[in-house]
Protein backbone atom coordinates (compact mmCIF):
# COMPACT_ATOMS: atom_id res chain seq x y z
CA UNK A 1 0.00 0.00 0.00
CA UNK A 2 1.45 3.42 -1.18
CA UNK A 3 2.11 5.95 1.39
CA UNK A 4 0.72 8.98 1.97
CA UNK A 5 2.21 12.12 1.31
CA UNK A 6 3.58 14.16 3.76
CA UNK A 7 0.82 17.24 4.67
CA UNK A 8 2.35 21.01 3.48
CA UNK A 9 3.32 23.01 5.82
CA UNK A 10 1.24 25.30 6.61
CA UNK A 11 1.51 29.54 8.01
CA UNK A 12 -1.17 31.69 8.67
CA UNK A 13 -0.99 35.34 8.95
CA UNK A 14 -3.38 37.43 11.08
CA UNK A 15 -4.05 40.55 9.12
CA UNK A 16 -5.36 43.92 11.33
CA UNK A 17 -5.87 47.45 10.87
CA UNK A 18 -3.44 49.26 11.79
CA UNK A 19 -0.41 46.74 10.60
CA UNK A 20 2.84 47.46 11.08
CA UNK A 21 4.36 47.04 7.09
CA UNK A 22 7.58 45.61 7.95
CA UNK A 23 6.34 43.56 10.69
CA UNK A 24 4.48 42.35 7.85
CA UNK A 25 7.18 41.94 5.23
CA UNK A 26 10.32 41.32 7.21
CA UNK A 27 8.89 37.77 8.22
CA UNK A 28 7.16 37.80 4.78
CA UNK A 29 9.87 37.95 2.85
CA UNK A 30 11.80 35.21 4.69
CA UNK A 31 8.83 32.85 4.00
CA UNK A 32 8.57 33.69 0.65
CA UNK A 33 12.60 33.31 -0.29
CA UNK A 34 11.67 29.71 1.59
CA UNK A 35 8.51 29.05 -0.56
CA UNK A 36 10.42 29.36 -3.77
CA UNK A 37 12.96 26.78 -2.22
CA UNK A 38 10.21 24.27 -0.79
CA UNK A 39 7.15 24.70 -2.98
CA UNK A 40 4.77 23.05 -0.53
CA UNK A 41 5.22 25.59 2.05
CA UNK A 42 1.40 27.23 1.70
CA UNK A 43 0.68 30.89 2.97
CA UNK A 44 -2.79 32.36 3.84
CA UNK A 45 -3.90 35.27 4.97
CA UNK A 46 -6.91 36.37 6.80
CA UNK A 47 -8.81 38.38 9.28
CA UNK A 48 -11.97 40.56 10.04
CA UNK A 49 -12.13 42.42 6.53
CA UNK A 50 -11.39 41.53 3.00
CA UNK A 51 -9.00 44.57 2.35
CA UNK A 52 -7.19 46.92 4.51
CA UNK A 53 -5.83 50.34 4.69
CA UNK A 54 -1.76 49.71 4.60
CA UNK A 55 0.19 52.46 3.06
CA UNK A 56 -1.11 56.14 2.32
CA UNK A 57 -3.06 55.35 -1.36
CA UNK A 58 -1.92 51.97 -1.24
CA UNK A 59 -4.54 48.77 0.09
CA UNK A 60 -4.38 45.00 0.76
CA UNK A 61 -7.26 42.88 -0.62
CA UNK A 62 -8.14 39.26 -1.24
CA UNK A 63 -8.01 38.55 2.66
CA UNK A 64 -10.10 35.42 3.51
CA UNK A 65 -12.41 35.48 6.40
CA UNK A 66 -11.38 34.23 10.16
CA UNK A 67 -11.18 30.80 9.64
CA UNK A 68 -14.15 29.20 12.14
CA UNK A 69 -12.79 25.59 12.91
CA UNK A 70 -8.96 25.92 14.07
CA UNK A 71 -6.61 24.88 11.82
CA UNK A 72 -2.91 23.10 12.62
CA UNK A 73 -1.48 25.69 11.20
CA UNK A 74 3.05 25.16 11.34
CA UNK A 75 2.88 28.64 12.43
CA UNK A 76 0.32 31.32 13.12
CA UNK A 77 1.83 35.02 12.28
CA UNK A 78 0.36 37.86 14.22
CA UNK A 79 2.36 41.10 13.11
CA UNK A 80 2.24 43.99 15.17
CA UNK A 81 -0.11 46.91 14.35
CA UNK A 82 0.26 50.98 15.66
CA UNK A 83 -1.79 52.04 18.21
CA UNK A 84 -3.79 54.81 16.44
CA UNK A 85 -4.62 52.30 13.19
CA UNK A 86 -6.28 50.11 15.53
CA UNK A 87 -10.22 49.71 14.99
CA UNK A 88 -11.54 49.11 18.30
CA UNK A 89 -14.90 47.80 16.96
CA UNK A 90 -12.85 44.84 15.46
CA UNK A 91 -10.08 44.41 17.94
CA UNK A 92 -11.76 42.36 20.68
CA UNK A 93 -12.95 40.28 17.57
CA UNK A 94 -9.07 39.78 16.41
CA UNK A 95 -8.73 38.85 20.40
CA UNK A 96 -11.46 36.64 20.77
CA UNK A 97 -10.28 34.24 17.59
CA UNK A 98 -6.88 34.08 18.72
CA UNK A 99 -7.85 32.39 22.41
CA UNK A 100 -9.79 30.55 20.61
CA UNK A 101 -7.90 29.50 17.82
CA UNK A 102 -4.42 29.96 18.00
CA UNK A 103 -3.84 27.31 20.63
CA UNK A 104 -4.29 24.56 17.45
CA UNK A 105 -1.59 26.11 16.13
CA UNK A 106 1.98 24.17 15.97
CA UNK A 107 4.01 27.70 16.90
CA UNK A 108 2.72 31.12 17.62
CA UNK A 109 4.68 34.35 16.66
CA UNK A 110 3.48 37.68 17.65
CA UNK A 111 6.00 40.17 16.28
CA UNK A 112 6.84 43.58 18.17
CA UNK A 113 2.98 44.44 19.17
CA UNK A 114 1.61 41.52 18.21
CA UNK A 115 3.07 40.08 21.51
CA UNK A 116 0.24 42.48 23.34
CA UNK A 117 -2.65 40.62 21.43
CA UNK A 118 -1.12 37.45 22.37
CA UNK A 119 -1.13 38.68 25.69
CA UNK A 120 -5.10 40.28 25.24
CA UNK A 121 -5.59 36.68 24.64
CA UNK A 122 -4.37 34.84 27.38
CA UNK A 123 -1.51 33.12 25.49
CA UNK A 124 1.89 34.54 27.26
CA UNK A 125 0.55 33.28 30.76
CA UNK A 126 3.14 31.87 32.48
CA UNK A 127 5.77 32.40 29.73
CA UNK A 128 8.88 34.20 28.58
CA UNK A 129 8.11 37.06 25.83
CA UNK A 130 9.20 40.18 24.88
CA UNK A 131 7.74 42.93 22.59
CA UNK A 132 9.79 46.64 21.52
CA UNK A 133 11.33 48.39 24.13
CA UNK A 134 8.53 51.37 24.60
CA UNK A 135 5.83 48.75 25.23
CA UNK A 136 7.20 46.28 27.52
CA UNK A 137 5.54 48.33 30.91
CA UNK A 138 1.77 47.65 28.81
CA UNK A 139 2.67 43.98 27.98
CA UNK A 140 3.46 43.25 31.66
CA UNK A 141 0.31 45.11 32.71
CA UNK A 142 -1.68 43.10 29.83
CA UNK A 143 0.31 39.65 30.95
CA UNK A 144 1.02 39.86 34.28
CA UNK A 145 1.33 35.91 34.47
CA UNK A 146 4.09 36.27 32.02
CA UNK A 147 7.88 36.82 32.09
CA UNK A 148 8.59 39.60 30.02
CA UNK A 149 12.23 40.48 29.11
CA UNK A 150 13.67 43.65 27.61
CA UNK A 151 17.66 42.67 26.60
CA UNK A 152 16.78 40.53 24.13
CA UNK A 153 15.64 40.66 20.25
CA UNK A 154 13.13 37.35 20.38
CA UNK A 155 12.35 34.68 23.11
CA UNK A 156 10.93 31.63 22.48
CA UNK A 157 9.08 29.41 24.82
CA UNK A 158 7.60 26.17 24.05
CA UNK A 159 5.36 26.37 21.17
CA UNK A 160 5.28 30.77 21.08
CA UNK A 161 7.90 32.87 19.66
CA UNK A 162 7.77 36.63 20.32
CA UNK A 163 9.82 39.68 19.17
CA UNK A 164 11.19 43.01 20.03
CA UNK A 165 9.50 44.62 16.56
CA UNK A 166 10.29 46.01 13.21
CA UNK A 167 13.55 44.52 11.58
CA UNK A 168 14.08 41.93 14.61
CA UNK A 169 10.76 40.12 12.84
CA UNK A 170 13.49 38.61 10.34
CA UNK A 171 15.54 36.90 13.16
CA UNK A 172 12.68 35.67 14.58
CA UNK A 173 11.38 34.07 11.19
CA UNK A 174 14.55 33.18 10.50
CA UNK A 175 14.77 30.94 13.78
CA UNK A 176 11.50 29.26 13.19
CA UNK A 177 12.47 28.39 9.82
CA UNK A 178 15.24 27.09 10.97
CA UNK A 179 13.50 24.96 13.78
CA UNK A 180 11.14 23.74 10.98
CA UNK A 181 13.10 22.87 7.86
CA UNK A 182 16.42 22.87 8.72
CA UNK A 183 20.04 24.51 8.41
CA UNK A 184 20.12 24.62 4.69
CA UNK A 185 17.07 25.58 4.13
CA UNK A 186 17.47 28.72 6.35
CA UNK A 187 20.92 29.52 4.65
CA UNK A 188 20.08 30.06 1.70
CA UNK A 189 17.40 32.00 2.19
CA UNK A 190 19.79 34.28 4.38
CA UNK A 191 21.97 34.27 1.02
CA UNK A 192 19.38 34.99 -1.12
CA UNK A 193 18.30 37.98 0.91
CA UNK A 194 22.05 39.23 1.91
CA UNK A 195 20.81 39.07 5.51
CA UNK A 196 23.93 38.62 8.57
CA UNK A 197 21.77 37.00 10.48
CA UNK A 198 22.19 38.61 13.94
CA UNK A 199 24.83 40.19 12.63
CA UNK A 200 28.62 39.25 12.26
CA UNK A 201 28.63 39.23 8.90
CA UNK A 202 30.37 35.71 8.67
CA UNK A 203 28.17 32.61 8.56
CA UNK A 204 29.19 29.38 7.84
CA UNK A 205 25.75 28.05 9.15
CA UNK A 206 22.89 29.13 11.32
CA UNK A 207 22.59 27.47 14.22
CA UNK A 208 25.50 28.02 15.80
CA UNK A 209 26.14 31.38 15.32
CA UNK A 210 22.91 32.66 16.13
CA UNK A 211 22.95 30.83 19.38
CA UNK A 212 24.45 33.27 22.36
CA UNK A 213 23.13 36.17 20.39
CA UNK A 214 19.87 36.55 21.47
CA UNK A 215 20.33 39.90 23.52
CA UNK A 216 21.07 43.66 22.62
CA UNK A 217 24.46 44.35 24.28
CA UNK A 218 26.48 46.41 22.07
CA UNK A 219 29.73 45.78 23.53
CA UNK A 220 29.07 41.88 23.73
CA UNK A 221 27.63 41.91 20.13
CA UNK A 222 31.04 43.50 19.25
CA UNK A 223 33.01 41.13 20.64
CA UNK A 224 31.12 38.21 19.21
CA UNK A 225 31.61 39.67 15.61
CA UNK A 226 35.22 39.55 16.42
CA UNK A 227 35.51 36.22 17.41
CA UNK A 228 33.66 34.76 14.52
CA UNK A 229 35.91 36.91 12.27
CA UNK A 230 39.26 35.44 13.85
CA UNK A 231 38.36 32.53 15.07
CA UNK A 232 41.84 31.34 13.76
CA UNK A 233 44.06 33.97 16.14
CA UNK A 234 45.12 32.99 19.48
CA UNK A 235 42.27 34.38 22.04
CA UNK A 236 42.90 35.44 25.98
CA UNK A 237 40.77 36.87 28.12
CA UNK A 238 42.60 40.00 27.86
CA UNK A 239 42.07 40.46 24.28
CA UNK A 240 38.97 39.16 24.54
CA UNK A 241 38.57 42.31 26.88
CA UNK A 242 39.63 44.83 24.63
CA UNK A 243 37.54 43.63 21.64
CA UNK A 244 34.86 44.01 23.70
CA UNK A 245 36.34 48.06 25.54
CA UNK A 246 35.52 46.40 29.36
CA UNK A 247 37.50 45.44 31.85
CA UNK A 248 37.98 41.60 32.13
CA UNK A 249 36.44 41.29 35.61
CA UNK A 250 33.39 42.83 34.19
CA UNK A 251 33.30 40.68 30.90
CA UNK A 252 33.37 37.56 33.28
CA UNK A 253 30.16 38.13 34.53
CA UNK A 254 28.27 39.94 31.81
CA UNK A 255 28.89 37.74 28.56
CA UNK A 256 27.40 34.98 30.27
CA UNK A 257 24.84 36.63 31.61
CA UNK A 258 23.55 37.72 28.32
CA UNK A 259 25.19 34.74 26.18
CA UNK A 260 24.12 31.84 28.67
CA UNK A 261 28.19 30.81 28.60
CA UNK A 262 31.40 31.94 28.94
CA UNK A 263 33.49 33.73 26.16
CA UNK A 264 35.62 30.62 26.01
CA UNK A 265 32.96 28.25 25.47
CA UNK A 266 31.13 30.54 23.48
CA UNK A 267 34.84 30.93 21.28
CA UNK A 268 34.56 26.84 21.10
CA UNK A 269 31.29 26.37 19.47
CA UNK A 270 32.13 28.49 16.65
CA UNK A 271 34.97 27.13 16.17
CA UNK A 272 33.34 23.89 16.30
CA UNK A 273 30.37 25.29 13.95
CA UNK A 274 32.81 26.14 11.69
CA UNK A 275 34.40 22.40 11.41
CA UNK A 276 31.08 21.40 10.64
CA UNK A 277 31.03 23.22 7.84
CA UNK A 278 34.06 22.34 6.54
CA UNK A 279 33.50 18.78 7.12
CA UNK A 280 30.64 19.19 5.16
CA UNK A 281 31.46 20.73 2.28
CA UNK A 282 35.18 19.70 1.78
CA UNK A 283 37.54 16.79 1.43
CA UNK A 284 40.15 18.31 4.33
CA UNK A 285 41.23 15.82 6.69
CA UNK A 286 40.76 16.64 10.45
CA UNK A 287 44.12 17.88 10.69
CA UNK A 288 43.81 20.53 8.60
CA UNK A 289 39.88 21.84 9.68
CA UNK A 290 41.11 21.99 13.40
CA UNK A 291 44.15 24.29 12.34
CA UNK A 292 41.45 26.12 10.18
CA UNK A 293 39.28 26.92 12.96
CA UNK A 294 42.09 27.70 15.91
CA UNK A 295 41.88 24.37 17.42
CA UNK A 296 45.86 23.25 16.61
CA UNK A 297 45.12 19.95 15.68
CA UNK A 298 42.63 16.94 15.45
CA UNK A 299 43.44 15.86 18.72
CA UNK A 300 42.37 19.01 20.24
CA UNK A 301 39.08 18.92 17.61
CA UNK A 302 38.58 15.51 19.06
CA UNK A 303 38.74 16.68 22.56
CA UNK A 304 36.51 19.97 22.35
CA UNK A 305 34.08 17.56 20.05
CA UNK A 306 33.34 15.57 23.10
CA UNK A 307 32.53 18.58 25.52
CA UNK A 308 29.48 19.38 23.18
CA UNK A 309 28.60 16.27 20.88
CA UNK A 310 28.21 12.15 20.79
CA UNK A 311 30.46 9.83 18.99
CA UNK A 312 33.13 11.49 16.87
CA UNK A 313 33.68 14.00 14.15
CA UNK A 314 34.85 11.53 11.37
CA UNK A 315 31.41 9.60 12.62
CA UNK A 316 29.68 12.68 12.41
CA UNK A 317 30.99 12.97 8.66
CA UNK A 318 30.60 9.59 7.39
CA UNK A 319 26.92 10.21 8.39
CA UNK A 320 26.77 13.04 6.72
CA UNK A 321 28.36 11.63 3.65
CA UNK A 322 25.73 8.71 3.84
CA UNK A 323 22.86 11.10 3.75
CA UNK A 324 21.95 10.46 7.31
CA UNK A 325 21.41 12.77 10.13
Not at 41 to 56: A, K, M, V
Request: with cysteine.
Amino acid sequence: MPLEAAPSPTVGVLMLPGQVPLDLVGPLQVLHSAQRMHEDLTIRYFGPSETLDWLGPLALSGIEPLPRVSQGWDLLLVPGQYRQGIDPSRQPLAVEWLREHAPAARTVMGICSGSLLLAEAGLLDGRRCTTHHTLLAQLETLAPGARVQGDCIFIEDGPVLTSAGISTGIDTMLHWLTRRFGHRLTLAVAREMVLYLRRSGHEPQLAGWLEGRNHVDERIHRLQDALSARLGERWSMADMARAAIMSERHLRRRFPAVAGMSPHDYLLRLRLQLARQLMDETPWSLARIAEEVGLGDDRQLRRAWRRFETGSPRAWRERRESGSS
